[in-house]
């Protein structure tokens, strides 16, 4: 997905007509894996932190590493070489994907790439930490709308930037757009805006969705305790049972699935659901009327509106 990003911004503001063009080129193509080998790095650094056991249906990566001392018998802790293992693996895709992305600047001359790239890792970093942060915030007590707020800087900072609006920064600057310009200033609002309605469907599908189609255990995030905008919805329209079921669930490793339907079953009822639904419409609109002709041209436009339906329509 980061590497058709990385090329629709790099072909809007070159000379090539179409994403699919811009990637026969090289520079177009290092950045698109350097993009994917960024978003690898995030994922197997996410694994570690969520202790998830899986990643789209397989073995996550520190558990692999894992089974690895295991199979071979080697001495100390295989979980502690598993996640030691993991962050290392992590650290080396993101100076990977980073060499990619200045290598292809080095060949363009615009180095502005590099620096969003640079900032981009580190905005990502910071989303991460806010993420940690409250999941560790206690629960009771909680203000939902504080809540909410919180969750939203999380997805603006960990995933909406970096799944959407920074690689078609990124793209644009490596093929010499300004920074300021209306094409740069386009793409940043729409992937900014596309991008949290991309995340907040995929907080909802791990509550909803099928773990066959998704490729995580349903639920999982409730029993990490993670703070989406969707359980911060449920706590400010619930009620005081309704409250009293989250604070038992929401950040039990050991929650039942009974459990966890039931908590489902409450985010519809008190119509958390509904509203998290129309949060996502209402930052897809947002992110779709931004799309100026002027700015950016009638192909690209299609091709945006396309993505946008793809990224937030989908079941896994």
């Known amino acids: 997905m980061r590497a058709i990003l990385g090329a629709i911004g790099y072909a809007y503001a070159s000379e090539f007509g179409a994403y699919k063009l811009a990637l026969t080129s090289p520079q177009a193509a290092a950045l698109g894996v350097g993009l994917e080998f960024y978003q690898a790095s995030a994922l197997v650094h996410d ?95 909680s203000d939902g709308e504080q809540m909410v707020a ?26 010499g757009a300004a920074p300021a310009s209306p094409t740069v200033k386009a793409l940043e609002t729409y992937g900014e805006n596309v991008g949290a309605a991309f995340q907040l469907r995929d907080d909802e599908l791990g509550v909803f969705g099928s773990s066959k189609v998704t490729g995580k255990p349903v639920g ?19 009620g005081a049972n309704g409250r009293a079921l989250l604070s038992d669930v929401v950040g039990n490793p050991d929650a039942s699935e009974t459990q966890i339907a039931a908590v489902a079953d409450l ?15 209402d930052y897809l609109k947002r992110g ?11 192909s690209i436009i299609a091709d945006l509106q396309v993505l946008a339906q793809v990224l937030t329509i989908r079941q896994a």
């Not at 919180?150 to 093929?175: D, E, M, N, T």
């Not at 985010?267 to 419409?281: F, R």
């Open 47 to 141: 694994d570690v932190i969520d202790h998830a056991l899986t990643r789209r249906g397989q073995v996550a990566t520190h558990v692999a590493f894992s089974k690895l001392h295991g199979a071979n018998g080697w001495r100390g802790s295989d979980s502690n070489f598993g996640q030691a293992a993991a962050i290392l693996a992590g650290d080396a895709l993101l100076a990977w994907g980073g060499d990619l992305v200045t290598q292809a600047s080095e060949v363009t001359g615009n180095y502005g790439a590099v620096n969003a790239f640079n900032h981009m890792c580190a905005e990502v970093a910071l989303g991460q930490y806010l993420d940690v942060r409250n999941e560790n915030l206690p629960l009771n007590g």
């Open 150 to 175: 919180q969750s939203l800087a999380v997805i603006k900072h960990k995933s909406a930037r970096y799944s959407v609006a920074c690689p078609l920064i990124i793209g644009a600057l490596l093929a």
């Open 220 to 238: 999982d995030d409730i029993r990490e305790g993670k703070r989406t905008v969707l359980v911060g919805l449920t706590w400010q329209l619930a």
């Open 267 to 281: 985010m519809k009822d008190c119509g958390a659901y509904e509203k998290h639904e129309q949060l996502i419409n």
């Open 288 to 298: 779709l009327a931004c799309l100026s002709h002027d700015a950016l041209g009638a």
